[in-house]
């Protein structure tokens, strides 16, 4: 019988726990940036749309570009020998 009372009365307290939890939580309002970005990646700049988001885009390039380099060299030396 005790443990019956204390496994309802844990339940309704984590219930409540979860409810106010997710009740409470802070709805923010984020700022539509798409209209922006859109306006950025179809500017006529000259740069090529995988760089135009700037130094990250440029990162995420260049370390894309070197892995590639990287693991084509050793596809190259397992092929040798």
Request: no cysteine; hydrophobic share 40%; proline share 2%.
């Amino acid at each position: 019988e005790q443990k019956r009372l204390l496994s309802k009365t844990l339940k309704i307290n984590l219930q409540q726990v979860s409810r106010r939890t997710l009740s409470s939580t802070a709805r923010r309002q984020l700022e539509n940036k798409v209209p922006v970005k859109q306006k950025m990646f179809q500017e006529d700049n000259g740069m090529p749309v995988h760089l135009k988001g700037g130094t990250t885009d440029a990162l995420l390039y260049r370390a894309t570009m070197a892995l590639t380099v990287f693991v084509k060299y050793i596809i190259y030396l397992l092929l040798l020998f």
